[in-house]
């Protein structure tokens, strides 16, 4: 029965077991982490002010880590002007759908039968360029981006918007994995997701190519993301820790005059 999202722990989707069947859904934080990332990478051209986009990114970090207050109906961070919270909203919609098609993908694929979980140490290899070593776990999240697309029953038209709307769902985790993994360095635990950059070239490598952005404005915009990062973990981030880490919320300069004081910390 889709309607909507549920709030939960993590800013994800879920797809997992139940003695009465699989259950699948997405969740409210993660929508706002998107919308939020939209904000960042397209600003710019929708004219959003460069401290609105810098804080855009930290509304988002903070609302992946659980460090945001998910209340943003009753407490917005700043409202933008309707005509581009449409247009935030639409592209928000397509990276959802995608994420949901994913988790669908997981259901029908049958990736939560228990005859998939003894293969969870299995190797499968991937023939390119190079020999890539992937788990079980992670070959399923391959196929499940891909059916994500192959499967969408909408007009054809549309797969052009969904499957770029999975590249920039991609790019986003990129881009938080980089500040989550300078704020708090995991080491070399395994992983049971491939990386985002290699599950966008993945689905590149296997939808059709007339849909979609194409395999060089793609390895453009990471490269574009890699030195935007770069310059974040060394010049910004070190000296603004504690703005990710406080309690509370943060807001849009420009959009958000009036701060409330409507929170206290015991």
């Given at each position: 029965m889709p309607h909507g999202t549920i709030h939960a722990d993590e800013a994800n989707g879920m797809c997992f077991s139940t003695p009465f069947g699989n259950i699948i859904f997405l969740s409210y934080a993660l929508r706002h982490f998107l919308y939020y990332m939209n904000v960042f990478f397209f600003g710019r051209q929708y004219g959003i002010k460069e401290g609105?986009?810098?804080y855009s990114l930290l509304l988002a970090v903070?609302?992946?880590?659980?460090k945001e207050s998910l209340d943003f109906e009753l407490d917005p961070r700043g409202r933008l002007p309707k005509s581009i919270r449409r247009k935030i909203d639409e592209l928000t919609d397509w990276q959802m759908l995608f994420?949901?098609?994913?988790e669908y993908a997981h259901h029908y694929l049958g990736h939560l039968e228990s005859s998939g979980a003894l293969k969870s140490n299995e190797r499968i290899f991937d023939i390119s360029d190079k020999i890539n070593q992937f788990t079980y776990s992670q070959k399923?999240?391959?196929?499940?981006?891909?059916?994500?697309?192959?499967?969408?029953?909408g007009p054809v038209g549309e797969l052009d918007t969904l499957l770029n709307g999975g590249f920039w769902f991609f790019l986003?985790?990129?881009?938080?994995?980089r500040v989550e993994d300078y704020l708090f360095p995991k080491g070399s635990h395994p992983r049971t997701h491939p990386k985002p950059l290699e599950r966008i070239r993945m689905l590149r490598a296997n939808t059709d190519q007339s849909y979609g952005m194409s395999k060089n404005q793609l390895e453009k915009i990471i490269e574009d993301n890699d030195y935007f990062a770069q310059w974040f973990l060394r010049e910004f981030l070190p000296f603004n820790v504690e703005t990710i880490e406080m309690s509370g919320s943060i807001y849009l300069p420009s959009y958000r005059k009036k701060v409330l004081i409507d929170r206290l910390d015991f």
């Open positions: 609105d986009i810098l903070r609302i992946m880590m659980g994420v949901i098609g994913h399923c999240e391959f196929d499940a981006d891909l059916n994500s697309i192959t499967q969408y029953n986003f985790i990129e881009l938080y994995e």
